[in-house]
């Protein structure tokens, strides 16, 4: 019954932003976790970054720290993702997944093995 919907993907110059939204449904658990991951053609899935909504916690990968901020606006029951300063190599498919009982912690990485739904992905492209 868990259902995760992203958005907010497209074509970006490099240096430009865009801000992908996580819509989740179906879910009640206290501790839950929204995570996004990216995958690239060729690469190994990644953890982006993720959001413990109870206690704001959150994680970001050491390649995107400093340019991306995850969010989550409860009334809405959605995650964002602001990406900021966007490189060629932040092209990829990303997902929004859901992990019950997970604190999202700095400088531990999140692994895709943790959580249990996942959304469709939505392409990020970034070229001139």
């Known amino acids: 019954q868990v259902q995760l919907v992203e958005s907010g993907g497209g074509l970006v110059q490099p240096g430009g932003s865009l801000r992908l939204s996580c819509a989740a449904s179906g879910f009640t658990l206290h501790n839950d976790a929204i995570g996004w991951f990216r995958q690239a053609p060729g690469k190994e899935r990644e953890g982006v970054s993720c959001?413990?909504?109870?206690?704001?916690?959150?994680f970001y990968a050491r390649s995107v720290k400093g340019r991306f901020t995850i969010s989550r606006d409860a009334a809405k029951n959605t995650v964002y993702l602001q990406m900021n300063n966007l490189k060629p190599e932040d092209t990829a498919v990303y997902y929004c997944a859901l992990a019950p009982m997970l604190f999202c912690e700095d400088n531990s990485p999140i692994s895709q093995r943790d959580f249990e739904s996942w959304g469709q992905g939505t392409q990020v492209t970034v070229s001139s």
């Open positions: 959001i413990t909504a109870s206690v704001g916690s959150t």
